[in-house]
């Protein structure tokens, strides 16, 4: 089925079948954005939730001509529910705020892009021992590397309702701290962010849910979801039936064989529960992919890590900076900042040892409130 786009304003509804999406849009924009002022035509991503939907209220009532585009993702199938973040409900959510709003709105559907990016990365991360973390190659790969390039290849703007700021193409931490959600988007870089808005930088979610209150629109009370989207189910179920099992040991730091496991992408760097057998507690300290052996101990003091090396480091400016260079460093997106040095290209010292540092995690640096680049932790 081609994808299909809803072009709304007030109670004008039409359905277009969009084979030649990029002609179709572009037309219809351009005859929309006819006496506007060059850059204040603006597409906002549109999930559903409340943030995004704030986010589009905000800018109509900043004076832009806002577009809601709404993104379909893949999920597993009819056996399994929807993806949690563009399921129809979620649409029919989006579809209703752009009414009440006044604005087009989009549907595209991304599931190819959005499997072939996303879902076989994460599948093929974990069978190679690593955690990955999705949400920061969905934000490069589509939420904004593609829809940038489809959508603000002009003069055009793309919005979203994360929690983040944007200055002269640099990156820094929203008001809110505790919704900061800068460490999902270190992969961007200066010339996608010199388009980005992002309208709920300055705003508390408390007050997010308000303007959603007063504008009536249906995500006012929807709940947040911290899971990873297209995962309906149980993760480890998710993962017997897209991975399988291969079954392996579980030994200590002594090479002492303790149990067995069915796969090592079932298991994460600190992990204490669910290893199957007693005596512990037991903490994952290492993966070993290559004999297929999971490493357990006893002492949390073996999940201290004083260095790391990452790799595909990306820097916002586009520009690698002269080394060393001290920063605050982010292992998880709930870690707190912990003050290290990068003292060469991909090797990081923390000035503290840190806990469960994860091969194929994101580590984030900071300067301040800026985040000024990061890389995926190897070791």
Known sequence: MAS??????????????????????????????????????????????????????????KGYSPAGVFMKFWSE????????????????????????????????NLEKEFKEKIVEFFLKELKNGRTPNPC??????IKFNLLLNKFAGGNELFATGHYAKVRNGRLFKAKDKDKDQTYFLWKLDKNALEKV??????FKKAQTRKIAKEYNLPSAETPESQEICFISSELNDFLKRNIGIKKGQIMDTRGNILGEHEGLWFYTIGQRKGLGFSGGPYYVVRKDPKDNILFVSRNKKDLLQKELIFKDANWISGKEPKFPIKVEAKIRSAHAPAKAVIDKPGHLVFEKAQTAVTPGQSAV???GEELVG?????S
């Open 4 to 61: 299909c786009a809803v072009y709304s304003l007030g109670k004008f509804c039409r359905l277009f079948e969009l084979r030649d999406l990029d002609a179709k849009l572009n037309k219809m924009i351009k005859r929309k954005a006819e006496g506007l002022e060059p850059r204040r035509k603006i597409f906002v991503g549109m999930s559903g939730g409340v943030d995004s939907s704030a986010a589009a209220a905000l800018l109509k009532k």
């Open 77 to 108: 199938g009819k056996s399994c529910a929807e993806n949690k973040c563009c399921s129809s409900e979620s649409e029919r959510r989006a579809l209703l705020t752009a009414g009440r709003l006044g604005i087009p709105f989009y549907t595209l």
């Open 136 to 141: 920061v190659v969905c934000n490069k790969e």
């Open 197 to 202: 808005v992002f309208p709920l930088a300055d």
């Open 365 to 367: 640096f900071y300067k």
């Open 374 to 378: 990061g890389g995926v932790i190897a």
